[in-house]
């Protein structure tokens, strides 16, 4: 696992920043944070709806906003990407895991998760808790199991997530 702070340049982080939270930009609801199988969450307490933003599916990008994360794309420079998505979940009451998952269950692929704004939700990889900060990145290998979560302190929690497979 990596975790690099200021990863972008300022004027390149605040340019993606300004126009992802702008009213400009589009959402998608998604009344689920991850997969889940029908029984789990008949026996879960609460499920947790998110709004998303696909950059990238399947190793094809439709979306017209593309442009606006090249900086970021260019930095991580990846050889192939299978996904970016954008993931916006609100803020609550408490602090609400959205559920431990993989991103993709193959080793060659590697996650990176971007943090767009400050706030008290996280990415919790086994038992550590990577606090979201603007302009923060994690990377990890793609199959291992984390989750996200909610958060307490800001309205919204906004991450681009990336699955990719690596140079190296």
Known sequence: MQIIKNFLPEEQYKKIKQFIFSEKFPWFYNKDTVYRD????LNKEQEIGQFIHFFYKDYYSDSPFINIISPFI??????????IKLNLNYGTKKIIETGYHT???????KSAVFFLNECDGYCKIKEEKIYSEDNKVVIFDSNTSHTG?????SKRRVVLNMVYIDVK
């Open 103 to 109: 991103d993709i269950d193959d080793k060659r692929f």
């Open 38 to 41: 029908p029984l789990e969450i």
């Open 149 to 153: 979560s909610t958060c307490t302190s």
């Open 74 to 83: 260019e930095k991580i420079n990846p050889i192939s990407i299978f996904r």
